[in-house]
């Protein structure tokens, strides 16, 4: 189950090859360390993109850092209210 999760099967496609709930695949899938995808961040990894981008990294830098796309960092930091820089690093 967690080699074929880690190949890129979704919880919901073992659940249905498996015949079980999709919340056992995911206890399963914990119990035997699998990280899983698309979680939400938490407040220390929201506090990390912040510091990353206010040390200077692009959303790009930042996303290469971390485990989120750019976009998501892009979110992450207006939802923290922080003044970004345009591609050039200038404030907007």
Known sequence: MAERY??????NEL???FQ???QTVALRL???GV??????ATAEEIAQVVE??????SLVGVAAETRFSAKSVLN???????Q?????GRPR
Request: net charge positive; with cysteine; glycine share 8%.
């Open 76 to 82: 992450y930091l207006r939802a923290e209210g922080v």
């Open 20 to 22: 079980c709930a999709r």
């Open 52 to 57: 990353l981008y206010s040390s200077g990294l």
């Open 35 to 40: 990280v899983m995808r698309n979680q939400p």
């Open 15 to 17: 659940a249905a090859e």
């Open 6 to 11: 880690l190949k890129g099967a979704n919880v």
């Open 84 to 88: 970004l820089r345009d591609t050039r």
């Open 30 to 32: 914990k119990e035997h």
